[in-house]
């Protein structure tokens, strides 16, 4: 078989044999891999002029919808990819990270992308800055999709999720992708990419693949192009200094090599739960995947005190690791990727032992379950010991990528801050005591040599989504020399792929770009009741003024004994006046947002479905008996819930008292029908 590229909207065979592609399990060849003959200016221009073009048409919430139908119909062929996969080393729960939990990212990202951002094209970040005395000039930013390609270089361990995880945030950006998978692995995420482009549910242009070199492909790129890499940190730094990358500054996010700690704290004895978690962890994490994860444990900084019976327990759970076919369910650890893989992992692990002692693991005499162990790339789980790791750099710099791993002592929590430190920058660390005290001055210590910290105890284990788990809501990336990028963390991840401009200019017309009301904006008459408007008859700016209501003392006696809260301020008029902030008793401020809806509410049956919270309730001002209340509600956002019948709408409304002060600000949440909706409730 040989891969092809996909490249303007054709499949495309290289012109030359390519290189040939073998079994992780059994060195049969595969696969050729090839992709001369590509025209690579043309698949630059094909993304940004046509793909860019297509998906910049459709809306975020749009946008959302279609990964979640590709996460839909890739689940469909699960199977096939499973098979692939164990060509790869990769056992059933391997598998199971890449594919399901690639799948899983679409999910998460089409479910976020609805839920966080709005059913628009324009992206508005944070509220808008008041920068004039009389609120005629303001500032908004807000992020809009690049111009350009994203160019997603990934590694070879996670052929499938790797992709994926790239592929969902610059989707729903707005953003086509040009991916370019590790070559030892490539058949998986060509078989991907070949279901997903089968499906027809992306629009043209969105996504195109190279499998093989990248050609002169650098030499096209231009500013609104974004690459996310992920691989060695050498690979990584090559590519960050290509002279077309810093002319045209070029957005570049790494993702590169970690050595990922696991410190055990000193409270964390033999006989507590804490300890056997770290045994089961740092076992896990050495041995899934074959060791081959970017996020995995290789450096393990336990107490000095413990070291012998860490070292006992570790080695005996790793002697239960069943090493072999990664097809049969009773083998716990398949392949490396490659044979080549396998030797580049002996030759780390011949450089670690300069420093540290092999305590676990023979190379030269290690049974694998049905499978030849000269011809697959197999590697018995290694287990390293280090007496000073103060003053061994070569544990804190040399990757073994693969399942090796160092034990480090440590006598005090500064040296295993500085341990961890040592790493010059994590992806990730974790973090196993039940003394939270311990586990603050660790965090404090090391957080910001890390992307992630995760801290586990005998309460949250349980539930524990694991060290090695990059998760789609939260950031996966690192300082230093985890490549010193960021990448998934929710919407975070799809502001990668967009630009931040700060926007000034008048309240209403920057209302009209972001479609959102600022305050200071145009207020309309909508003629009508606003709750007897339609989702879509609605206009963003319909305000309603209210008549105002007078707070007397017995409404506030009343408030108080109807819903029991008696506090002082509200009760005792001596109280009160003690109190700096009042001058006698005042209102709840629960009694003052009731008499706001007993004011803006319009009564009968009508288009609005429901009041689902407020947002950003402020009290501004007390106020007291006598008092005359009114208020302003506008119309400030309005986001369609695609199919369902309804849309959500924002209020800024606005409580002010007889001197036309501000006594409390917030934002009411409605559900809305639609005119359909609306026409079959009545038909
Ligand atoms: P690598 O050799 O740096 O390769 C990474 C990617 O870069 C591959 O797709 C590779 O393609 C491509 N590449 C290499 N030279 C290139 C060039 N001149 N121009 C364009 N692309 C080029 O790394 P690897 O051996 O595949 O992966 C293992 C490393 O990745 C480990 O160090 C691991 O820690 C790191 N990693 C990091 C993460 C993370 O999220 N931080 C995740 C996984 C792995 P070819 O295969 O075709 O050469």
Known sequence: MKLQNYAVNEWITGSDDGRELTSAVDGRPIAAISSQGIDFAAMLDYARNVGGTNLRKFTFHERALMLKELAKHLTEHKKEFYELSTETGATRNDSWIDIDGGISTLFVFSSKGRREMPNDHVYLDGPPEFLSKNGTFVGQHIFTPRLGAAVHINAFNF???????????ALLAGVPAIVKPASSTAYLTELVVRRMVESGILPEGSVQLICGGVGDLFDHLNCQDTIAFTGSKGTAERLQQHP??????????????????SVLGADATPDTPEFDLFIKEVTREMTSKAGQ?????????????????????????????????????????GALASLDQRDEVRERVAELSNQATVVFGNQDDFHVVDANVQNGAFFMPTLLHCERPLSSALVHSVEAFGPVSTVLPYENLDEAIELMRLGEGSLVGSIFTNDDAVARELVLGSAAYHGRLLVINRHCAGESTGHG??????????????????????????????????????????????NRWIRGGTENDPGVHPFRKTFEQLE???????????????????????????????TDEEAARKNPFFDGRVAHGYLIVSFAAGLFVDPDFGPVLANYGVDELRFAQPVNYGDSLKVRLTCKQKTLREGSGYGEVRWDTEVSNQNNEIVAAYDVLTMVATDEQWASVNS
């Open 244 to 261: 077309r990358v810093i002319s045209e500054s070029v957005r570049f996010t790494a993702e590169t090599d970690s050595l990922n700690a």
């Open 540 to 570: 963003i700016g319909d305000t309603l003024h209210t008549d105002a209501r007078e707070v007397t003392l017995d409404d506030i006696d009343h408030f108080a004994e109807f819903t029991g809260d008696k506090f002082y301020a509200h």
């Open 469 to 514: 788990s990059p998760l789609p809501h939260l950031v996966h990336g690192g300082p230093g020399r985890a490549g010193g990028g960021e990448e998934l963390g929710g919407i975070r991840g799809v502001l990668h792929y967009m630009q931040r401009t700060a926007l000034q200019g008048s309240p209403a017309t920057l209302a009209r770009i972001g």
């Open 159 to 169: 052929p499938c999720w790797g992709m994926l995880e790239k592929l969902a945030p």
């Open 293 to 333: 994860k970017c996020t995995a444990i290789r450096r393990i900084i336990a107490p000095a005190s413990i070291t012998a019976e860490l070292v006992k327990s570790l080695s005996t759970a790793l002697g239960d690791i069943r090493v072999g076919n990664p097809a049969r369910k009773d083998v716990d650890m």
